[in-house]
T-cell receptor, first 116, second 115 residues
Framework: DTGVSQDPRHKITKRGQNVTFRCDPI?????LYWYRQTLGQGPEFLTY????????KSRLLSDRFSAERPKGSFSTLEIQRTEQGDSAMYLC??????????????FGPGTRLTVL | AQSVAQPEDQVNVAEGNPLTVKCTYS??????LFWYVQYPNRGLQFLLK??????LVKGSYGFEAEFNKSQTSFHLKKPSALVSDSALYFC?????????????FGAGTTVTVRA
């Protein structure tokens, strides 16, 4: 399978714990995005990487959230001191950076986080 | 700022009938528009996009969408719906002037096609 993969698919944690999610984009895609989706809503943009550089962060991304993309390959999203309001589906997407073309984003299956 | 509105939470049609899912958008510049479909326990799947050119865009699984600049709309259509088209559909927009590539999504429309 050469699509976007995310791990874990499900995570249940207690309030106050830290969690980390991983995303593996489609190989050779240099752009990687994180979105958050809550029940009954569409995905909301969190952050965006071009290669290893984090170029955009939403105001939704509080200081408890941090994302990295070392070496421009896989990415991790960490949430510290989780709160019940963090419960959501966290989606990762990637797209190629072909110059002059507007590429669609390819989404992974998501990581569903439940904070108890 | 960029945003999308999907005015219908649910659309119900009989198999074989035409299907339309509505979307209107708001951007400062020109829009790039996308439709995605989400099946239960699966990620969003790309259906089609409008960048420029012909207002009628054809995509996967027999879907098409019509861009209407004067009405700021990008409605998704399928001439003859299938039961397997039952899913959650999202419209998304990106401002062509932006350099952050982020998509803004609507809240989604649940399509149910009855046999």
């Amino acid at each position: 399978d050469t699509g976007v993969s995310q791990d874990p698919r499900h995570k249940i944690t207690k309030r106050g714990q830290n969690v980390t999610f991983r995303c593996d984009p489609i190989s050779e895609h240099n752009r990687l995005y994180w979105y958050r989706q809550t029940l009954g809503q569409g995905p909301e943009f969190l952050t965006y990487f071009q290669n290893e550089a984090q170029l955009e962060k939403s105001r939704l991304l509080s200081d408890r959230f941090s994302a990295e993309r070392p070496k421009g390959s896989f990415s991790t999203l960490e949430i510290q001191r989780t709160e019940q309001g963090d419960s959501a589906m966290y989606l990762c997407a990637s797209s190629s950076g072909t110059s002059g073309r507007v590429e669609e984003q390819f989404f992974g299956p998501g990581t569903r986080l439940t904070v108890l | 700022a960029q945003s999308v509105a999907q005015p219908e939470d649910q659309v119900n049609v009989a198999e074989g009938n035409p299907l339309t899912v509505k979307c209107t958008y708001s951007v400062s510049g020109n829009p790039y528009l996308f439709w995605y479909v989400q099946y239960p326990n699966r990620g969003l799947q790309f259906l089609l996009k409008y960048i420029t050119g012909d207002n009628l865009v054809k995509g996967s699984y027999g879907f098409e969408a019509e861009f209407n600049k004067s009405q700021t709309s990008f409605h998704l259509k399928k001439p003859s719906a299938l039961v397997s088209d039952s899913a959650l559909y999202f419209c998304a927009v990106r401002d062509a002037r932006s350099n952050d590539y982020k998509l803004s999504f609507g809240a989604g429309t649940t399509v149910t096609v009855r046999a």
